[in-house]
């Protein structure tokens, strides 16, 4: 099993940046997804962005140009950057990650507990 912990979440205004770090009790070397999404109050959990033990990335279009998520093998850890902000971006963030089994071919999901993050217009 993989754990999850999220941090970094806040308060801050239009126009800020915040980092959100996702922390895994495993190597993410053996993860072969990770990812974050978001909720917002009334709303579908939708993803925000990807990235494959490849690097490989992918983004939700509403944060395209302004969100970039990394990983660090060494620190087990996965990063969501996040540049102008936006209001619309106030939501409860979750990290998720991904193992996938060869043998009988199978997914197996994890999730963060999830960090607020809000902004301020």
């Known amino acids: 099993q993989v754990q999850l912990v999220e941090s970094g979440g806040g308060l801050v205004q239009a126009g800020g940046s915040l980092r959100l770090s996702c922390g895994a009790s495993v190597s993410i070397f053996s993860i072969n997804v990770m990812g974050w999404y978001r909720q917002a109050p009334g709303k579908q959990r939708d993803l925000v962005a990807t990235?494959?033990?490849?690097?490989?990335?992918n983004y939700a279009d509403s944060v395209k140009g302004r969100f970039t998520i990394s990983r660090d093998t060494a620190k087990n850890t996965a990063y969501l950057q996040m540049n102008s902000l936006k209001p619309e971006d106030t939501a409860v963030y979750y990290c998720?990650?991904?193992?996938?089994?060869?043998?009988?071919?199978?997914?197996?999901?994890?999730w963060g507990q999830g960090t607020q993050v809000t902004v301020s217009s």
């Open positions: 990235i494959t033990k490849g690097g490989i990335t």
């Open positions: 998720y990650a991904e193992q996938w089994g060869s043998y009988p071919p199978r997914r197996f999901p994890y």
